[in-house]
Structures are given as structure tokens and as C-alpha cells.
């Protein structure tokens, strides 16, 4: 989590946004690092991407928890939010949402999809003008 917000340090946005992650892991816990990593990149990179102008304290608050041999990622930000009738087709191929996207969509995509193929999933809470939070639940992979 911590390699994934560094690398997007360089961002503009990410300069005036708090970060705060959260990590509790009592227990081992090993999934495809490389899908992980295309997961977190697509979601962090939103969260900075549409951060709110007119909030005066930007965050984005990442926290994950191992549990029963499980990984619950929750990314949540401060931003734009994503409209209702938006919320059903975000993770549709070449889909954008906002007006101040700059990017070819493909992004959530990327990351329902990558998610799927180690076996886990990304749901989607948002307030448009308030809050988007995912959260991504990853099953642990065997170790041979």
C-alpha cells in the first residue's frame, strides 16, 4: 500500500491530500502481488485524480485487514463522489463518469477484472460531492 501512494507522489493532487493507511494482519497472507498491485494503482490513482477543489482537507484514507485468511482493502477518499445513476456501470470497459476524466476508462475495469482472477471482488459506496469508498475483498491463496 505504502509502494503504491509513493509512486504516485509526483501527482500534482497527491501533494494536497492527506493519506492515512491502516494496516492489521495477525496472520500470513499471500495472493498474486502483481494483480494486487494493478488493483491498488487503479484505485489510489482515482482517489487523487478526482479529489473535491473546494474541500479544504483532502484524505484518503487506505486501510487493510487479514482476517480468517481473507484481505479486506477499503480505499476511501474525500473527493467528487460518483453520481447514482453512474455507480451501476463504473466498472463497464471505456466508461467514465466525470466530465474530468482525462483517462480512456479503463481503469475500474482493470481492477474488477484483475480482481476476479485471483478470486476476489470490489464493491462501491459514493456520495456524489462527499465520498467514494471500494472496497476490495481478496481470498488467500494457497502456498505450495
Do not use: W
Amino acid at each position: 500500500m505504502r509502494e503504491t501512494v509513493q509512486q504516485y507522489s509526483f501527482m500534482e493532487e497527491a501533494a494536497q491530500v492527506t493519506v492515512n493507511i491502516c494496516a492489521e494482519q495477525s496472520e500470513d497472507f499471500h495472493t498474486d502481488r502483481y494483480r494486487l498491485r494493478v488493483i491498488l494503482n487503479n484505485l489510489v490513482s482515482n482517489a487523487l485524480q478526482y479529489q473535491n477543489p473546494t474541500q479544504m482537507h483532502k484524505r484518503l484514507d487506505i486501510s487493510c485487514r487479514v482476517v480468517a485468511g481473507n484481505a479486506l482493502v477499503k480505499i476511501r477518499d474525500n473527493g467528487i463522489g460518483i453520481a447514482s445513476q453512474d455507480l451501476d456501470r463504473i466498472f463497464e470497459m471505456f466508461y467514465r463518469a466525470s466530465s474530468m476524466s482525462s483517462g480512456s476508462g479503463l481503469g475500474l475495469y482493470i481492477a474488477r477484472e484483475s480482481a476476479a482472477k485471483i478470486g476476489g471482488t470490489i464493491r462501491v459506496v459514493s456520495e456524489e460531492g462527499q465520498f467514494t469508498e471500494f472496497t476490495v475483498e481478496i481470498p488467500k491463496k494457497a502456498v505450495r
